[in-house]
């Protein structure tokens, strides 16, 4: 008989968590890393639940940033989640809230024994609205996260830039009635070009800043309405 990958397959997707319930229970070093990974990704709506917690999960909920319930969990505690992060250093309690929270209809993550729950969480850069996210479906955490740090030198912050700039176009353009859909498309792919061309050294467009948006479109255009 073969042997059979012990890995599962995941869907890759960003979320939007502001204004969902994330609920985090336990308050250890595991806990701590997910509650920054929820905050870092925007979640505004963190609950954590743990009769104690570490300095830094306490000065979090001392800012305001989280909401700390001081108590063990109980069940009710994942109504209304969105996500759950099951990370106590108990697998019954963490077996407990990975069955109440899905029965509640939420997203959970088990911290402990990561393939029974329904997401892993993956390393991740952040350059602006550029994320790249990267995930070895829990194979090797070690292994994302070297390949994470790959990533922050290969992608600098220059890719912030550009990647807000490019959306600002984008923006701009959606709003211009007088180009034809495929020419916007043309355009736009263009400028995704001169973005990498500029990030690569190879720099064809005018220097950063010097040129407005509304220049910008009129460059681009005028190299398919000629
Ligand atoms: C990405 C990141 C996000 C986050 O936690 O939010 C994350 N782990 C990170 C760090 C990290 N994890 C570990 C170390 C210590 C090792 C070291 O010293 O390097 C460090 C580093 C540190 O603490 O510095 C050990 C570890 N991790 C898991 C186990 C249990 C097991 O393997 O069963 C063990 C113990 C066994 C072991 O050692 O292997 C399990 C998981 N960890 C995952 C994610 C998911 C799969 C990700 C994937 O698909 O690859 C999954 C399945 C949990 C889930 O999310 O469900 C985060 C930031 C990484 C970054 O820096 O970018
Ligand atoms: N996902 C990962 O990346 C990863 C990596 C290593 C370990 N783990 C696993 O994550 C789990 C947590 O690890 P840790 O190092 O943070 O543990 P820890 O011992 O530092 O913290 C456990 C926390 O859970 C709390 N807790 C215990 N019972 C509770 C209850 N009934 N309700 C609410 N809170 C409760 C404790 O008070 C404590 O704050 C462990 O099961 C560990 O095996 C996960």
């Avoid at 460059?219 to 398919?224: F, G, I, W």
Wanted: proline content about 3%.
């Amino acid at each position: 008989m073969g042997r059979e990958s012990r890995t599962k397959t995941y869907y890759a997707l960003h979320l939007d968590l502001r204004g969902k319930r994330c609920v985090v229970v336990g308050g250890g070093r595991i806990a701590e890393r997910k509650t920054r990974g929820l905050l870092e990704g925007g979640a505004d709506h963190v609950t954590l639940i743990s009769p104690d917690a570490t300095s830094a999960l306490a000065s979090l909920a001392e800012q305001g940033s989280i909401q700390w319930l001081r108590r063990e969990y109980q069940d009710k505690d994942a109504d209304g989640a969105a996500l759950v992060f099951a990370a106590t250093d108990s697998r019954i309690v963490n077996d407990i809230v990975l069955r109440e929270a899905r029965a509640a209809g939420a997203l959970v993550n088990q911290t402990d024994e990561a393939a029974e729950g329904d997401f892993i969480a993956p390393s991740a850069v952040r350059r602006g609205p550029l994320l790249l996210s990267v995930s070895t479906s829990g194979a090797s955490p070690a292994f994302a996260k070297r390949i994470r740090n790959e990533l922050e030198g290969r992608y600098g912050e220059p890719y912030a830039w550009w990647a807000e700039r490019l959306g600002e176009l984008r923006a701009s353009m959606v709003n211009e009635e007088g180009f034809a859909t495929a020419t916007k498309r043309a355009m736009l792919r263009e400028a995704a070009e001169e973005a990498e061309l500029d990030l690569q050294g190879e720099r064809r467009s005018p220097q950063r800043g010097d040129e407005t948006i509304e220049a910008w479109i009129s460059r681009l255009a005028s190299a398919y309405l000629s």
